[in-house]
């Protein structure tokens, strides 16, 4: 098959659905990885506000992983910054914060507590994916 010259190639995606974890605590980063890697997820972390925004600019993600107190900007700031950029990418706030403000859920697509089971968080990033894999493609990507 020849392709003409004006043919938009796409680049080749991961076979595996990329996770995006943005959240200033290295340990959790290390757990979220383990864990979501076990369930057949690419992970990339960020431990860094700045290099997570870079990374979500710069990388086809499926979904966003991002807690909500961090010191560069709350989740809040980060979610909003995202949804500029791509506002198709799904956001899950992962916090400990006992109160997620109301602005903020308006924001993000779901919210998983920290300290609570992990497979709570499985079930809303498959939740997600399934959601997304319903939908009919953007046009504008094409």
Do not use: W
Not at 3 to 16: D, G, H, I, N, T
Not at 31 to 58: A, N, Q, R
Not at 100 to 127: C, F, H, N, R, Y
């Amino acid at each position: 098959m020849v392709r003409m010259l004006s043919e938009k190639v796409a680049a080749p995606r991961p076979e595996k659905p990329v996770l995006l974890c943005i959240d200033d605590a290295l340990p959790v980063l290390d757990v979220l990885t383990c864990f979501l890697e076990k369930y057949g997820y690419s992970v990339l972390t960020s431990p860094d506000v700045k290099h997570g925004l870079t990374l979500f600019e710069t990388t086809d993600v499926d979904i966003v992983i991002l807690d909500n107190d961090m010191p560069e900007m709350s989740g809040h700031e980060v979610a909003l910054a995202m949804k500029r950029i791509k506002p198709a990418v799904p956001i899950i706030m992962h916090s400990g914060a006992p109160e997620i403000p109301e602005k903020t859920l308006k924001v993000v697509d779901a919210i998983v507590p920290k300290g609570t089971d992990l497979q709570l968080l499985i079930s809303e990033v498959t939740g997600i994916m399934a959601a997304h894999a319903t939908r009919p493609a953007n046009p504008s990507n094409t």
